[in-house]
């Protein structure tokens, strides 16, 4: 605290990443980074463009990445958005179109950076529970669900009874949302929703933006990618931190009707003009490209995923479900702190959330088939004994 804060940054209370740390041997699965590198061609790209030319700026509208983009999705560049990793462009989303009058809508267990930006931006937000199975209920997302049920669909009545108790008792039952935004599959929980779901939601809410943050999509869900040309209203981010094996370089898009792209770009324009420098351009650019490289490494984490998984189970754990390249699991008879610090000190690191309903929890990302095999190891050695 110092008296040169203003009083908003006072009262930010700002997202927490993954530790980082640099040791020696650590087997590190606690911040969803791909346990392979980059494809070759990324590589060669950002060496090629390791010279003079840096002295200058960078394209500002990142022209020739936003087209290889749209092309990959059959759509055009202006229907791309470019930013310094997701989070940036996740911050410009709420900046631009989730700061509304009325609040806006995510799950209760998701990713932590939502309510971050919230208080950054001083947006007000209702947070969802997610159902007794930790998905996203589709039916807590419809706001004229009470409408159809005078034409006959039946809606249940723990509906507003749950959004009231989530924003506390102040907020009216009533209060609309003034956007949504989820990530499919939804962190850290790694469950999907099918994409008939997902549309459900965006063609109930035709008023209002619908995010779908789809960071995870490429391990194992369907994107909302396809149904951008049918919904305005719709905007979906991605990253190349993830199943691109490119979370040191920050990238990250968003894909939408030109409308929400040209509110984007007004905000970034006020912001960063060039948030993407020329390496990360060329090397982005090299990424997208490589559909091959791309398809084998994911496959590889899909298939650790499920093997991880199926070993979890054996040593008794509870595993959701996953879509992505984590699984979130939890053991009966420990608690989620005490297997934490109980890998740590085997040198192994995973993320744990020491939040209601989900503090049992481990978030394990999916390494190497040796990172798993070891951490199969060290958990039998904690929750067998041997
Ligand atoms: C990792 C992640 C992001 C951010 O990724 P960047 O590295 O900033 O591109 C966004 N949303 C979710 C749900 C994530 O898990």
Redesign the pocket.
């Known amino acids: 605290m110092s008296r040169f804060w203003n009083k908003l940054v006072a009262t930010l209370d700002p997202y927490v990443p993954g530790e980082q740390p640099r040791i020696q041997n650590l087997v590190k699965l606690n911040t969803?980074e791909h346990p392979y590198g980059p494809s070759p061609k990324v590589l060669a790209a950002i060496a090629a463009h390791t010279n003079d030319s840096l002295r200058l700026y960078p394209d500002p509208t990142a022209l020739v990445l936003r087209q290889a983009i749209a092309k990959r999705f059959a759509l055009t560049p202006d229907h791309v958005f470019v930013g310094n990793?997701?989070?940036e462009v996740?911050g410009h989303v709420f900046h631009a179109l989730l700061k509304q009058d009325a609040p806006v809508w995510f799950p209760d267990i998701t990713?932590s950076f939502y309510p971050v930006y919230c208080g950054l931006y001083q947006i007000k937000f209702r947070a969802i529970p997610l159902d007794q199975h930790f998905k996203i209920a589709v039916k807590d997302y419809l706001p004229d669900s009470v409408a159809l049920s005078a034409s006959g669909v039946t809606v249940s009545v723990d509906r507003a009874a749950a959004g009231a108790l989530a924003a506390g008792p102040s907020s009216s039952v009533a209060e609309r949302a003034g956007g949504i935004i989820f990530?499919n599959p939804n962190?850290p929980t790694g469950c999907a929703n099918p994409l008939a779901e997902v549309e459900q939601i965006v063609a109930a809410n035709p008023d209002i933006v619908v995010v779908v943050?789809e960071?995870y999509v490429d391990f194992g869900a369907q994107t909302a990618a396809a149904l951008i040309e049918k919904y305005p209203n719709l905007l979906v981010v991605h990253?190349l931190?993830?199943s691109r094996s490119l979370?040191g370089l920050r990238v990250?898009y968003a894909l939408g009707h030109p409308d929400l792209i040209q509110g984007l770009d007004r905000v970034k324009n006020s912001f960063n003009s060039y948030p993407l420098d020329n390496l990360a351009l060329a090397g982005a650019t090299a990424a997208i490209e490589d559909e091959a490289y791309f398809e084998t490494s994911r496959n590889a984490v899909i298939r650790t995923r499920d093997a991880l998984t199926a070993g979890l189970q054996n040593l008794g754990f509870e595993v959701l479900p996953s879509a992505a390249n984590f699984v979130f699991a939890r053991h009966p008879g420990h608690k989620g702190a005490d297997l934490a610090a109980g890998l740590r000190a085997k040198n192994i690191l995973v993320r744990h959330f020491n939040k209601p309903r989900i503090s049992d929890f481990l978030r394990i990302t999916v390494g190497t088939d040796q990172q798993c095999a070891q951490l199969l190891t060290a958990c039998r050695e904690l929750v067998v004994g041997q």
């Open positions: 969803n990793g997701s989070d996740l990713y990530p962190a943050d960071a990253t931190s993830k979370a990250g």
